[in-house]
């Protein structure tokens, strides 16, 4: 969050291995960002490995309320360039990046000197691509440690986990999947619904 208030810094990213949580935290820095009027107005959008450069323009642009000229398809870039120009302070997070994201030129995004109240949040497994972006702020998502992933794991599944005999395999369970949140999280909800020992002691 001092980043985003960091006025030397334009683009920041967040990098981690998939299922980390980025997105997850991505989501929670609009909502925290929004709690407090840091901006005003976040856009948020999914590039993914292959991304359609007419689909991410016409998200943006959607979440701008800028009137697309064909059904969701933005047929002048400079459009989007005006409308987040006239944001005085604005973040736009692409979520989920594989490759450079060539802001200005092709997405049609003013930052840097265009446009100072832009920042710009990333994510994406690699960290390298942040150094094709000259993104001036990188942070780095690990796994959860044992104690952290428990957590979670109990949180999902429940009080099931605390109060039956299923506890020392679950826990195991937990261990088990190197404290990535999406499998713990899978795998917590699944036993929150199935509750055979049986079942948790082939998981373990
Ligand atoms: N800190 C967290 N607390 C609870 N659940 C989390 C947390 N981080 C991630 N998750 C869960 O893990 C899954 C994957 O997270 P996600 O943000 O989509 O990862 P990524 O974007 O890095 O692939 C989601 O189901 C999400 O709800
Ligand atoms: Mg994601």
């Known amino acids: 969050m001092e980043a985003l208030d960091d006025e030397n810094i334009n683009m920041i990213g967040i990098c981690g291995m998939g299922g980390v949580g980025k997105t997850t935290i991505v989501e929670e820095v609009c909502r925290q960002a929004k709690a407090e009027k840091k901006f005003d107005k976040d856009v948020m959008v999914v590039v993914s490995q292959t991304p359609n450069l007419a689909k991410i ?47 200005i030129e092709k997405v049609s995004i003013p930052v840097e000197e265009d446009h100072k109240g832009c920042k710009i949040l990333l994510t994406s497994r690699r960290k390298n691509v942040y150094n094709k ?56 909800r699944a036993l929150m619904k199935n509750r055979s020992k049986d079942v948790w002691i082939d998981a373990a």
């Open 133 to 188: 972006m000259n993104a001036e702020k990188i942070f780095s998502i690990e796994v959860l440690d044992e104690e952290e992933a428990w957590i979670l794991f109990r949180g999902t599944a429940g009080e099931i986990v605390a109060s039956t005999d299923l506890n020392p395999i679950t826990r195991e369970v937990a261990r088990e999947y190197g404290g990535l949140p999406i499998a713990i999280v899978t795998v917590g």
């Open 57 to 103: 323009q016409g998200k943006i642009a959607q979440e701008l309320n800028l009137v697309l000229e064909t059904k969701d398809k933005l047929e002048t870039p400079q459009s989007l360039w005006v409308r987040i120009k006239a944001e005085k302070k604005i973040l736009v997070v692409l979520d989920d990046i594989w490759d450079k994201v060539e802001l």
